[in-house]
Every structure is written in C-alpha cells, then in structure tokens.
C-alpha cells in the first residue's frame, strides 16, 4: 500500500514557475514508478510526465515537453514536478500516481488527492 500527499499548488501567473511535490509514506517507493497527470474542469484525466523506479528513465507529454521536469528522490520518498513557462492552458487538478509500470495511461494503482494550479494570463 502506498499513500501519495501532493503540494505545491497554487496560483501563478503565465510565464511563472511552480515545483509540485509528491510525498508517498511505506518502504517500498523506489519500487514505483511515479506519474503525474492533471484534470481540468469538464476534461478527461490527462497524463503530464512520469519517471521509473531509478530516475533515469522519463515520458513527458508533447504539451509539457521543454516546459516542466519530473525527478525523485527516492531516500526523501518524494517525486517532483517543477513548472516553468506556465500558461493558462496547464491550470488544472494535478494528481501524482504509483504504479509498478511506467505508463502514459492513467492506468497506476495508487492516487493522491490533488493539488489545484491555476495560471492567470
């Protein structure tokens, strides 16, 4: 069983930065690999990035990629995502996943609650 808090959120304006943090409790993080996908109002779940077990293999979604960096730090059992260049367009719920796989689809077994951004233009 993992347990994930994400922080960071909040408001920024276009071209700011935001780093979002994802804390997971248990021993076993650095058997996950960790996503992060985001939701804005009336949209499908959608993926942003995501990093393996080690750190040294990441995906990155075509409208992030440039733009935000995923990494861990597996003996602080906490992923990242720092956001620069933000535009309105990535306002959005972010949520931060395990999964024993890396995946793009939103198919991870475990969830945080999420954090809000919003990026006024």
């Known amino acids: 069983q993992v347990q994930l808090v994400e922080s960071g959120g909040g408001l920024v304006q276009a071209g700011g930065s935001l780093r979002l943090s994802c804390a997971a409790s248990?021993?076993?993080?650095?058997?996950?690999?960790m996503g992060w996908f985001r939701q804005a109002p009336g949209q499908e779940r959608e993926f942003v990035a995501a990093i393996n077990w080690s750190g040294g293999g990441t995906l990155y979604a075509d409208s992030v990629k440039g733009r935000f960096t995923i990494s861990r730090d597996n003996a602080k059992n906490t992923v990242y995502l720092q956001m620069n260049s933000l535009k309105p367009d990535d306002t959005a719920v972010y949520y931060c996943?395990?999964?024993?796989?890396?995946?793009?689809?939103?198919?991870?077994?475990?969830w945080g609650q999420g954090t809000q951004v919003t990026v006024s233009s």
């Open positions: 248990g021993r076993t993080f650095s058997r996950y690999a």
């Open positions: 996943a395990a999964n024993s796989q890396l995946l793009r689809r939103p198919s991870y077994d475990y």
